[in-house]
């Protein structure tokens, strides 16, 4: 299968603990998306990478919030002292930028419960 | 501020028949507009976009229309099938479509045999 993962698909966690989620695009796109998606709302745009450069950051995410790209590849999201509203369902996305209308490709998912 | 509106929830076919999924959006911005299919549990599957130089896009059974003046899109289904029930995203996005995606708040489809 050559999509888009995410690891963990699921995590429990209790409030004030630190998550750390994983996003493999697909391998030859170079820009990557993180989104978050709350019940009965459409998926929200929190963070995008170029390669390994962080180039747009969301107003919804907070300073407890660090994404990384470090070679360019897979990228990590983590959230930092986490409180219940962080509870979501955190998506990856992936696209080629191969120059216009570029569709962005999602992974299954990591659903987040803070306890 | 909802700028990719999705306004029915919900939305029950008939088997067989058309189903139709609207979208209105307000950013002038937006060029390029994309319909993803949600199942639950699973990430969003891309199903059709259209770019704002056309006026429609088809691909097998779906089909999406732009209409500019008034910032709306549509997707048809037709024929419909029991497994399109799934909840369907329409998203936004700008810069010829290179950037972040804006969604709505999606419309479940039920088909009914």
């Known amino acids: 299968d050559t999509g888009v993962s995410q690891d963990p698909r699921h995590k429990i966690t209790k409030r004030g603990q630190n998550v750390t989620f994983r996003c493999d695009p697909i391998s030859e796109h170079n820009r990557l998306y993180w989104y978050r998606q709350t019940l009965g709302q459409g998926p929200e745009f929190l963070t995008y990478?170029?390669?390994?450069?962080?180039?747009?950051k969301s107003r919804l995410l907070s300073d407890r919030f660090s994404a990384e790209r470090p070679k360019g590849s897979f990228s990590t999201l983590e959230i930092q002292r986490t409180e219940q509203g962080d509870s979501a369902m955190y998506l990856c996305a992936s696209s080629l930028d191969s120059g216009a209308y570029n569709e962005q490709f999602f992974g299954p998912g990591t659903r987040l419960t803070v306890l | 501020d909802q700028q990719v509106k999705q306004n029915s929830p919900s939305l029950s076919v008939q088997e067989g028949r058309i189903s139709i999924l609207n979208c209105d959006y307000t950013n002038s911005m937006f060029d390029y507009f994309l319909w993803y299919k949600k199942y639950p549990a699973e990430g969003p599957t891309f199903l059709i976009s259209?770019?704002?130089?056309?006026d429609k896009n088809e691909d097998g059974r779906f089909t999406v229309f732009l209409n500019k003046s008034a910032k709306h899109l549509s997707l048809h289904i037709v024929p419909s099938q029991p497994g399109d029930s799934a909840v369907y995203f329409c998203?936004?996005?700008?810069?010829?479509?290179?950037?972040?995606?804006?969604f709505g708040t999606g419309t479940r489809l039920t088909i009914i045999p």
């Open positions: 990478f170029q390669n390994e450069a962080q180039l747009e």
């Open positions: 259209i770019s704002s130089i056309k």
């Open positions: 998203a936004a996005s700008a810069n010829f479509g290179n950037e972040k995606l804006t």
